[in-house]
């Protein structure tokens, strides 16, 4: 059989950046919410084949459940966004990064920050994605 359409170099359709962080990861809290550790229990709008456990990558949004932290916080379902993450991926300009750990800021369900301020650095691609974390972080990398 034949191919169709114009032969393109690379693939067209994967705009994001290697996923690092997968369901029942554990990931730190950077913000101060009260939150310390969370289980990712889920990657909203992420469409997989069967058996393929979804992932995220810097700047994705995922539903975590509270494993430690605050009494008030423990076994809540919340939404938090991936600020830092150890598998390596590259940026655009061909650089390659990768973080100590992998870490999540909490947010509230119509996307605002619950914390006040980041603890370590943020990625530049959760930055340009969620600008309310770029005023809360000390360093952006």
Do not use: C
């Amino acid at each position: 059989m034949a191919k169709r359409g114009p032969k393109a170099v690379g693939v067209s359709y994967r705009l994001g950046l290697t996923p690092g962080v997968f369901m029942e990861s554990i990931v730190k809290v950077a913000d101060n919410s009260g939150a310390q550790l969370a289980r990712i229990i889920g990657v909203p709008h992420h469409k997989t084949k069967w058996r393929k456990i979804p992932g995220a990558a810097v700047g994705d949004m995922v539903v975590v459940s509270i494993r430690a932290g605050k009494p008030e916080l423990r076994k809540q379902i919340m939404r938090a966004v991936v600020i830092r993450q150890k598998r390596p991926y590259r940026r655009a300009d061909g650089t390659w990064i990768a973080f100590e750990d992998n870490a999540v800021v909490i947010m509230t369900p119509d996307g605002e920050p619950k914390g006040t301020e980041i603890r370590g650095p943020l990625a530049k691609e959760a930055a340009e994605r969620w600008p309310r974390l770029s005023a809360m972080a000390t360093i952006i990398v």
